[in-house]
């Protein structure tokens, strides 16, 4: 009997589980789960014939006749969790979430993207890439697809395309032919600790790629160049790719260009000139369609048809958004939560906008990056013409005195955009029509329920 025959998911209705869930029940196996509230998703999954129940209790193990095989929690379920201490007690086999995906890779060619920045987007542009050529990929995403409207998926191809998540180490479940890393800047030090522990998880990643396999690199992030250098140390054939690349399997980014929204790179690769054609705003998205060409071509898709598919990418829900307009002003909602990111999507908003304002409503993740990174913020939020802050999503994290979004107010330079701190969430749609005039542009930021205040604030410009 497979440990995966019967499977309870703990948190059913996160981005990752959700994707392990669909994939199980693709394959046949008896799936039940728990969530904190119904969602959307979780509805998409009891259409597939999920069991799930709304809040977490021990009862729910018996979702399933005879109870599950296994049990599967991701690290933001607590060990006092009464499901996860029903499992233990029954002697039930316990996974975390990148363990039951490992599993599910098994007989599959797998590609991996892991990085502190892009993951979703390199990832979600190789699997698109990979259906437009026809090979039907399996792939489980950290965000759904706008094409598809998922996250995950049981193909026919014998590939398996995975975001590699790096915060916690579980990346080093997996064992990829084909590793794509973005960058390496520091994050998530409320797991790791120290900025080298960080980066020596990187370095346990390069263990896990298999013989033969490849390391794609962005030589333009010092991070990830130093970590192509200890690949070749190591004997691993690496391919660089950003302006900066240079040698062997490069791919050179010679100049990125707006346009219709989107933008155009021009790649010189083994010598030849190719453009690549991305539907989505900014440099950095070009570069991920690079990293994802590379990784379709080291899967064996054919160059033209990979272009093509890159250029019919339509983006990735919380991935610059569009969320709607009114008033002739546009809105969209972006995932970024780290500092870097937020300065690359911002610097990618002021073309969007034109003449018009840009104006960012940010909400702070975590309470832990908040402490550590509230000056960087403040820097990257400068990029627009108006910030509203907002205070601080803890989602895993209990409170520390002191931290709020004020920390990251605060911390925007007085000579470069306009700061409001509003700690009330009702308050901010009034408060954004009130910023806002035609030809404005508004995106919402962040990696919490700030999402939901997209349509809010539509609503409102509908109604001024």
Known sequence: MSVLERVHLVGIGGAGMSGIARILLARGAHVSGSDAKDSRTVLALRAQGAKVAVGHAAENLDLLDDGPTAVVVS?????????????????????RRAEAL?????????ACVAGTHGKT?????????????????????????????????????????????????????????????TNVEADHLDHHGTVEAYTAVFDSFLERIEPGGVLIACVDDPGAKALAERAKGLGLRV???????????????????????????VLDLDGEKLD?????????????????????????????????????FGGVRRRFEFKGRAGGVRVYDDYAHHPT??????????????????????????YSRT??????????LGLADEVVVLDVYGAREDPEPGVTGAMVASAVPPDTAQVHYEPSFDRVPALVAGLVGEGDVVVTMGAGDVTMLGPEIVGELDRA
Do not use: W
């Open 341 to 366: 990111e937020v300065a690359a999507q911002l610097t990618a908003a002021r073309p969007v906008a034109g003449e018009g304002k840009l104006v960012v409503v940010f909400q702070p993740h975590l």
């Open 239 to 265: 391919r660089p790719y950003g302006r900066t690349a240079t040698g062997a399997g490069a791919a050179t980014l010679v100049d990125y260009r707006p346009e219709d929204g989107g933008g155009i790179a």
């Open 121 to 181: 987007s390199t990832t979600s542009m190789l699997t698109v890439a990979l259906q437009h050529c026809r090979m039907d990929p399996s792939f489980a995403i950290g965000g759904d697809l706008n094409e598809s409207g998922a996250n995950a998926h049981q193909g026919t191809g014998g590939i398996f395309v995975a975001e590699a998540d790096e915060s916690d180490g579980s990346f080093l479940f997996f064992a990829p032919s084909v590793a794509v890393v």
């Open 371 to 380: 402490r550590l990174f509230a000056a960087e913020f403040g820097t990257a």
């Open 75 to 95: 690290t933001a379920i607590r060990e006092d969790n009464p499901e996860l201490a029903t499992a233990r007690e029954r002697g039930v086999v316990v996974l």
């Open 102 to 110: 490992a599993a599910l890779m098994l007989d599959h060619r797998v």
């Open 276 to 312: 690549v054609r991305v539907s989505v705003p900014g440099e950095h998205m070009a570069g991920n369609a690079v990293a994802a060409l590379l990784a379709a071509l080291e899967l064996g898709a054919d160059r033209d048809c990979v272009l093509e598919g890159l250029g019919a």
